[in-house]
């Protein structure tokens, strides 16, 4: 598993013991004040360390470039070159511009330089924090930083226990926010932040480097589309490199389309689900129509469910069902050797995260329009995201109440969670990608990122930076995403899309209808028969935990004694749940959050059920 691993000071000299079950570390360095452990995939390159003096640079993940004029340059964006691995990509950058370098990088990773002869150590997140570091002042005065939100109790110096208004939190909305977790003095670092820690003093000062701001740029749709086709060209062409084998997750809709059309090398399309649904057969279609090789990945069981595995590979991000490969990563590291994915490209240029108006009706149900809600207020922000709360175990006035404690102005800014905004316009079209973890869709992107070597071309800081001068009514009735597949192949633009039926060349109006159309269509009037009861068509989410009656009731009997301790659960509520869930009332959201949480590990390490506080688990995780 993919990330790193480091211990700052402390009273007891060498502070490595914590790191030592870790024994096959790609990387591991340890003196008196410092201690590093870091794994990263074979074929990206090493974690590090390079050294630049006195200085030892870590990187973990992949830099894309670097933007000269961020540090005062006129050279604009540079790509890294493909013969420099990221880390020593980051030695380089940092040897020209010291910490600052991380004013002006690409990439979708984290770095951490220690300066030997000052003391100091950096540790640097990227833009939007897209793989989450999380850490903890342990009782010897040291403090522990990792990737693995599930590793730090397990330090012999932690202590931890669930927060009561936080762990409800996420009980209700599957996920958590900012920078808090569901554990007492456990916190993420803050996306594009420095965090520097001196050893001698023990103090520990953050500097963010990049905040978004949302500035629309008003110009015709068409210039829109065109930069996004461009841009999106350009950065898979910096990425691509020759004798590498490359693979798509390819669905029935139009991101990773746009995504394969875009890429100029031959490529591997994958398609995960549970049986050969519209969805796939609009995915293989695609895939071969552009001259590529397709493989369908069937979901059958055989590979385990996600409460088997989920809670050990997630943190507090969300249910381990929309792990999309679970299980089935070896097929996809067999073939290729980098993967690619369109995520993220609705929360950025489409519908998602934007408060819309909606419609109910009786029959019907809700339907969402392609018409902004107006939040002219905190609270009316507040107010719109507990909508999205489960209904049980807190319900909707009771998380707005959670909410409202943690959401506020201070110092003239809008702190949501620990992360400060400039104002309600960056909150509201920004809060949903800014960390990566607010969304919902971290959960498959950091499953894959942790797993194999994974790149989401959409998170690159050009493609965002477009993000933020679109807009709104592009982004609620633009179709971008798909009219710039038009742009790139006409060809893959004119199958139609899994959902509406319609073609990608289709005027946004009769696509908009069409979809809405059809969703009432399949809701009252039925859609395909899958072969068997509660399959799904959906390539991200796996729904084989909830539709096997016997995996639920075995999940909850292994962990009834683990509910107990856990704030807003227990054996009752659960089992009332799945009896409700069996029945036909959709229980799907309690269910998969309560029974990801009760498999996660952590849960044993900081409650009394599971006896002696487990110090010496095997640290099976960060094998690579």
Not at 517 to 538: C, F, I, K, Q
């Amino acid at each position: 598993m993919v990330g790193i691993c480091c211990v700052l000071g402390g009273d007891d000299g060498t502070p490595t013991e914590f790191l030592a079950r870790s024994d096959r570390a790609v990387t591991r360095y340890s003196d008196r004040e410092v201690a590093v452990y870091a794994a990263s995939h074979p074929g990206i390159g090493t974690a590090g360390p390079y050294h630049v003096g006195e200085a030892l640079v870590w990187f973990v993940g992949e830099a894309f470039g670097f933007d000269d004029d961020a540090v005062g340059g006129d050279l604009g964006h540079v790509p890294r070159p493909r013969s420099v691995d990221s880390a020593h990509y980051c030695a380089r950058l940092y040897a020209d511009h010291g910490p600052a370098f991380a004013d002006g990088l690409n990439a979708n990773g984290f770095a951490l330089v220690y300066e030997r002869d000052t003391g100091r150590v950096h540790l640097i997140t990227d833009r939007l924090a897209t793989l989450p570091v999380y850490h903890a002042r342990a009782d010897d005065g040291s403090v522990v930083f990792s990737t693995d939100v599930q590793e730090l109790p397990t330090h012999p110096g932690v202590e931890t226990a669930f927060d009561p208004d936080l762990t409800r939190e996420y009980l209700a909305f599957g996920r958590t926010f900012g920078t808090t977790t569901p554990l007492n003095g456990v916190e993420s670092l803050g996306p594009a932040t420095v965090t520097t820690v001196d050893l001698g003093t023990g103090s520990t000062d953050s500097r963010r480097y990049w905040e978004p701001r949302y500035r629309p740029r008003e110009r015709p749709v068409e210039s829109v589309i065109d930069e996004l086709a461009e841009t999106l060209r350009t950065v898979l062409l910096e990425r691509i490199e020759r004798g590498r084998e490359y693979g798509v997750l390819l669905s029935g809709g139009s991101a990773s389309r746009l995504v394969l059309a875009a890429l100029d090398a031959d490529a591997t399309a994958f398609h995960v689900a549970d049986w050969m649904s519209r969805e796939a057969r609009t995915a293989e279609r695609v895939a071969l129509r552009g001259g590529h090789e397709f493989r369908f990945l069937r979901r059958d069981g055989s590979e385990g469910h996600a409460f088997d595995a989920g809670g050990e590979l997630t943190g507090f991000d969300g249910p381990a069902t929309h792990r999309p490969l679970a299980g089935l990563e070896r097929h996809v590291i067999s073939e290729v050797d980098v993967l690619l994915s369109g995520a993220f490209a609705d929360a950025l240029f489409g519908r998602g995260g934007i408060p819309a108006r909606t419609v109910e009706h009786d029959r019907v149900g809700t339907l969402a329009l392609p018409v902004e809600r107006p939040l002219d207020s905190v609270q009316a922000y507040v107010g719109w995201l507990a909508e999205g709360a489960a209904d049980e175990p807190v319900g909707g006035r009771e998380a707005e109440r959670i909410l409202a404690s943690n959401v506020g102005c201070v110092d003239g800014r809008i702190d949501h969670h620990g992360v400060a905004y400039a104002s309600l316009a960056d909150l509201r079209y920004c809060g949903e990608w800014w960390p990566l973890a607010n969304g919902m869709g971290v959960v498959p992107h950091l499953s894959l990122t942790r797993t194999l070597p994974y790149r989401t071309p959409f998170l690159d800081a050009r493609l965002v930076d477009l993000a933020l001068t679109v807009p709104v009514q592009y982004r609620l009735r633009g179709d971008l995403v798909a009219r710039a597949v038009e742009r790139v192949s006409p060809t893959l633009a004119g199958i139609p899309d899994a959902e509406s039926g319609e073609p990608l060349t289709r005027p946004f109006p009769v696509e908009y209808l069409t979809r809405t159309a059809r969703h009432v269509w399949r809701n009252h009037l039925g859609d395909e028969t899958p072969p068997r009861a509660r399959m799904s068509d959906d390539p991200w989410t796996d729904p084989t935990p909830l539709r096997e009656v016997g995996i639920v009731r075995r999940a909850i009997d292994g962990r009834c004694h683990l509910a107990r301790e856990v704030p807003g659960l227990d054996t009752e509520t659960l089992r009332r749940w799945e009896r409700e869930h069996d029945a036909g009332r959709d229980r799907t959201a309690e269910l998969t959050t309560a029974l990801t949480l009760l498999s996660m590990p952590v849960v044993e390490s900081v409650t009394a059920a599971g006896g002696d506080r487990p110090r010496d688990r095997p640290n099976a995780r960060w094998q690579p």
